[in-house]
Every structure is written in C-alpha cells, then in structure tokens.
C-alpha cells in the first residue's frame, strides 16, 4: 500500500488535538485541506479513522490503533529534523523518560538540574508511572529511557544499569510515639494499619515476596497509587508504612514522623537505567544516557 507520508503527518496532528482547525494551524494549511487528506488517507486504508463531535474529533478503534504506530513514528521523525537542522554548536531535541515517583525524587530531580545548565536548549518529556507500565512504554518505543525501582524483569533486548542503592524504612505519625523505641516482629504488624502501594506496582509485589519469606502474609489496611501520597496519610497518623529513608529522614528530624524498627531488615532496592539497545538512540537521548552513566556530561563526536 503506497500512501503518501504527509497524510500520515497530517492524521497525527489531527488526532492530536482532536480538532481539524488546530492541526491547519500547526500544519500551516487550510482546513478543507486537512479534511480532503483525512477523507483520502479513510479512503486508502478502506477504513473510517474519526467520528465527529459537538466538541471536536474522537478517533475510531481503527483510528486509535493506526494512531499508536503513527505517533511513535512522527515523534522520532520529528525529533531527528530538529537535531539534524540546528547549528554545530548547538544541541537542540527531546528525550523522553519514564520515572517512577521513588526515582524521580531519589535520582532523577538532582540529576536534571545539572543537565539543564548544560544543555538548556534540549527538551526533557517526563512520564510518570508504575515500573509495569513504564517498561511497556519503553518496549513500544514511546520513551528513550526507564528510569525505575527494583523488581522488575526484563526481556533480552532490554539493557539495565544501576545508578544508586536505597533502603526503606517503617515510620508512623506521631500517634505511633509509643512503640518507636521497641523492635517489632513482622507478625506484630497486623496490630496496626498498613499503608501502602496497591498490587499492580513492584512495589506490592517487593513486600509480598519479603514477607512470605519469613512466611506471613502482606496485607494492606490502605492501598494508594502513587508514592507521594503515602507520606501525608502517616503523617497524619492513618496508618504505618515503609517509605525511602532519604525522603522520611527531614521528616524524622523535625519530629513529624517515628522510625519504627523492625527484628529484621528491609533487603536493599535498586535505581535503574533501561533502555532497548536493539533501538538506534538520537543524539541527544545519547548524550543524556551518558550522563545518566558516568555522572559527568560527555559530549558525543
């Protein structure tokens, strides 16, 4: 099937904004131009890609699945016009991340900064997500790299590399006073409200595993999405729950939070790099890869 590229271009930004008048826009056309390619390109591949509505476009299962290949397509496309057209002495792009919230807040935040300085005329795209949902981004080509905690596993094709260690620790709000200074066994847990991360993250799965090793069983009084959310509910005395040392120690210190020590320790967790090495890599994601490697911005030949 011969179907001109630009119709290809011009469906991704139509789907994009959900609006024909947007994407002339973007596209500097017209808007019975834009609509005579996307009745063209329905007419070519024998299928309807758009229903319309009050309030603009809504693709068709056909069109949301041409729209998942076209928009990987476009956006590696698009970036390599803007490397390849700027000046030698420049160094302009986009590189696309996926970051869990214990990544980003334990790795990623300082990490960009000095990135930043270096290099302010690349773009940075940042996805958050579960480690789950982040590897099938980067195994559809939707994201240059995985930023994520352990454990996780991966196919062949996929390269890992550790930027940091960290270990978690059990706090409570100060309601939880009263046994800071006791060591409990794990089993004494059920006492208290659990707070943590729900069964589709790693995370759940990570204390599943280490708590049917000393054989009892992991289960949550109060399940949450994300990382950031955990804090605020034990500090305000909901529940206990095990929370990365580096992010609770401010809060230890300023007595909003009680370590409670456990008889046995939390195995250590990993800060990972993932990136599929069978996938050409623009210049710009390999400058940032590297950074990301070695600490220290090499500059590519």
């Known amino acids: 099937m011969d179907i001109n590229f630009e119709y290809y271009k011009i469906f991704y930004y139509v789907a994009k904004y959900e609006n024909i008048t947007k994407a002339a826009g973007v596209l500097k056309?017209?808007?019975?131009?834009?609509?005579?390619?996307?009745?063209?390109?329905?007419?070519?591949?024998?299928?309807?890609?758009?229903?319309?509505?009050?309030?603009?476009?809504?693709?068709?299962?056909?069109?949301?699945?041409?729209?998942?290949?076209?928009?990987?397509?476009?956006?590696?496309?698009?970036?390599?016009?803007?490397?390849?057209?700027?000046?030698?002495?420049?160094?302009?792009?986009?590189?696309?991340?996926?970051?869990?919230?214990?990544?980003?807040?334990?790795?990623?935040?300082?990490?960009?900064h000095a990135f930043k300085i270096k290099y302010p005329e690349i773009k940075i795209k940042i996805q958050n997500n579960s480690t789950p949902k982040i590897l099938k981004a980067l195994i559809s080509g939707k994201i240059d790299f995985a930023i994520i905690t352990t454990p996780f596993t991966v196919s062949a094709n996929l390269c890992c590399e550790k930027m940091m260690e960290f270990r978690e620790i059990l706090v409570g709000g100060t309601d939880y006073f009263k046994i800071a200074g006791k060591e409990l066994k794990l089993e004494e847990l059920y006492a208290y409200s659990l707070i943590g991360l729900g069964n589709e993250t790693v995370t759940y799965e990570f204390y599943k595993k280490f708590f049917s090793e000393h054989q009892i069983d992991y289960e949550l009084d109060m399940e949450v999405a994300t990382s950031d959310l955990m804090l605020p509910l034990i500090q305000n005395n909901l529940g206990i729950g095990f929370v990365a040392e580096m992010l609770a120690i401010p809060l230890l210190q300023n007595n909003s939070l009680v370590r409670i020590n456990l008889n046995t320790n939390v195995p250590k967790r990993e800060i990972q790099m993932v990136w599929d090495k069978g996938r050409g890599k623009s210049r710009v994601a390999d400058i940032f890869g590297k950074y990301l490697q070695t600490g220290t911005i090499k500059e590519i030949e």
Do not use: M
Request: some cysteine; hydrophobic content about 35%.
């Open 29 to 112: 056309s017209n808007q019975p131009n834009v609509t005579r390619i996307i009745k063209i390109l329905e007419s070519q591949l024998n299928c309807r890609l758009f229903i319309r509505e009050p309030r603009g476009l809504r693709l068709t299962e056909e069109g949301k699945r041409l729209y998942s290949h076209v928009e990987i397509a476009c956006q590696h496309l698009l970036s390599a016009e803007a490397e390849i057209s700027c000046n030698e002495s420049e160094c302009k792009g986009t590189v696309e991340i996926g970051v869990t919230e214990t990544a980003l807040h334990l790795f990623l935040l300082q990490t960009l």
